[in-house]
C-alpha cells in the first residue's frame, strides 16, 4: 500500500487534499436565521483570522509560560504569527 502522500488523497503543495469525490458536500444548507453560510467558529486553511481573535491570542501569550500550537502545519501566517511572537519574547 502506498503512503499518504502518494495517490488520491495526497497533500498538495497548497495544503489541500486531493479528494476523488465531493459527493454529499454540495449542498450545504443556509443559516436559518440569516441565510449565511453556516460553519464551524474555527479559521479554515485560506480564510482570513479575525482581527479581535488574533489580538486576544497575542494578549494571551503576554500571560503564558509556553505556547503548544496543536493542529497547524505552521506553513502559513496565520499560525506562525504567534509562534514568532511568543519567541521573540522569550517563550
Partial sequence: AGSIRE?????RPDGDA?????EGFD????????????????????DIV???????????LEAADGLLCVG???????????VRRACGDGL
Fill in 27 to 46: 449542498s450545504i444548507l443556509p443559516c436559518s436565521a440569516c441565510g449565511g453560510i453556516v460553519k464551524p467558529a474555527v479559521t479554515f486553511f485560506g
Fill in 50 to 60: 479575525p482581527k479581535d481573535r488574533v489580538n486576544r491570542c497575542f494578549e494571551a
Fill in 72 to 82: 497547524t502545519s505552521l506553513a502559513v501566517f496565520s499560525a506562525f504569527r504567534f
Fill in 18 to 22: 486531493n479528494v476523488a469525490s465531493f
Fill in 7 to 11: 495517490g488520491s488523497q495526497a497533500l
